[in-house]
């Protein structure tokens, strides 16, 4: 069994059906509107635990700055803005996809991890003094979980920049997160 990079995890939806198709529609139809109904259904189903989790700021899963400007927004960023407008907690944008690493989707989890080596990190004007990010609790959002690989690289800079404890929430997964 794989060990996780990050804390905990939680996903609301099974990623397949209906919900698989609105996922499509929006990554690939440009249905942004959809992401208000599920933002509202993340903070609903998991808005205690979220409490229980306690953290600083919420973070989403960042897009390479091509591919947001083809699809014109990113959706987890969309998703978490949602989960912070709900719960009080700040959303901070301070990661960054420093590369492109092509659609994940049709990959193993050995290629997936390769694939996303060094293709994140943060942004510089979070960082204080010491190179280390300001919070050592963060809630990490994202549209679609299926092997862990995107959240646990994201975590992997997370922790090398301080922070301790990194909770994971995804709209869908196609497996169980813990």
Not at 147 to 159: C, E, I, K, Q
Request: proline residues 2%; charged residues 30%.
């Amino acid at each position: 069994m794989h060990r996780h990079s990050f804390t905990q995890g939680r996903g609301v939806l099974l990623y397949e059906g209906a919900v698989r198709e609105a996922i499509h529609r929006i990554k690939y139809s440009g249905k942004r509107e959809y992401l208000e109904v599920f933002g509202q259904l993340l903070t609903d189903r998991m808005g205690e635990q979220i409490g229980r989790w306690n953290p600083q700021a919420v973070l989403a899963v960042p897009m390479h700055r091509l591919a947001r400007k083809k699809r014109g927004f990113n959706q987890a960023e969309v998703l978490a803005q949602k989960v912070s407008e709900e719960t009080g907690i700040p959303t901070a944008l301070a990661l960054i996809k420093t590369r492109r690493t092509g659609e994940q989707k049709s990959l193993g989890r050995q290629e997936r991890r390769r694939n996303l080596r060094a293709a994140f990190s943060v942004k510089r004007d979070f960082l204080e003094e010491s190179d280390q990010l300001p919070w050592s609790r963060v809630l990490l959002v994202d549209d679609v979980y299926t092997t862990g690989s995107t959240v646990d690289a994201v975590s992997d800079v997370l922790r090398s920049y301080g922070v301790e404890e990194i909770y994971v929430l995804t709209l869908c997964t196609g497996h169980g997160i813990a």
